[in-house]
């Protein structure tokens, strides 16, 4: 890979840096579909009158696909957690890469946690098991909305920034997308 001649000297040396494990890019790929998904789906409906079909079915579908995402985000963040540690050394752009990372994780879990315990009425999960509804006081039910509204809106953002960051280093040539694509093999050190 040729790096752009003004870019920086890369965060980390190929030996350091060290491919995804199959797993965590599956779960990356997944999270980012889900994600993704919900989020343009539970914002664009909200443009919709509450009795069109298409709303209905996006307000039925998207917590039943988000609770039944939430054990595979789980697993997610303990490969990430076990994952090997970054170079105590890391400089500064490494340190805040780390930090939005943990502030998606933490957004996504506060997104899954208050979406569940917002949920209004029991939840038919593809017609195998119910989802109970956990929490029946009014207005905790509308706080626990609010929140999870904010939520939303705030890993909305965070996606943003994610990708513009992926867009920069790109630009700046260092391939992170291509780490999230199985495509660099020079390390066979593998970040589990």
């Known amino acids: 890979m040729t790096r752009h001649p003004h ?3 890369p965060l980390y040396k190929d030996s350091e840096a060290g491919a995804y494990s199959k797993p965590r890019i599956f779960l990356h790929w997944l999270s980012a579909v889900v994600i993704l998904w919900a989020t343009f789906s539970g914002f664009g409906v909200t443009f919709m009158d509450r ?4 709303r209905q079915w996006v ?3 998207n917590p039943q696909l988000t609770s039944l995402f939430i054990p595979f985000f789980a697993w997610r963040l303990w490969l990430a957690i076990k994952a090997p540690a970054r170079p105590a050394n890391a400089g500064l752009q490494a340190r805040l890469a780390r930090l939005a990372h943990v502030t998606i994780y933490a957004t996504v879990t506060a997104v899954l946690v208050t979406g569940v315990l ?7 999960m593809l017609d195998l098991f119910e989802l109970p509804q956990l929490v029946h006081s009014r207005s905790a039910l509308a706080q626990l ?3 999870h509204h904010v939520m939303c809106a705030l890993l909305g ?5 994610h990708l513009l960051a992926v867009v920069q280093h790109q630009v700046m040539g260092r391939s992170v997308l291509g780490r999230m694509l199985n495509r660099q093999v020079s390390d066979p050190q593998v970040r589990s």
């Not at 009795?51 to 298409?54: E, G, K, S």
């Not at 917002?118 to 939840?123: A, E, I, R, S």
């Not at 953002?157 to 920034?161: I, T």
């Open 51 to 54: 009795q069109a079909p298409l």
């Open 145 to 147: 909305h609010q929140e």
């Open 59 to 61: 307000e039925s579908l």
């Open 7 to 9: 870019s920086p000297a």
């Open 157 to 161: 953002a965070l996606v943003a920034l």
């Open 118 to 124: 917002m949920m209004n009425h029991p939840v038919e």
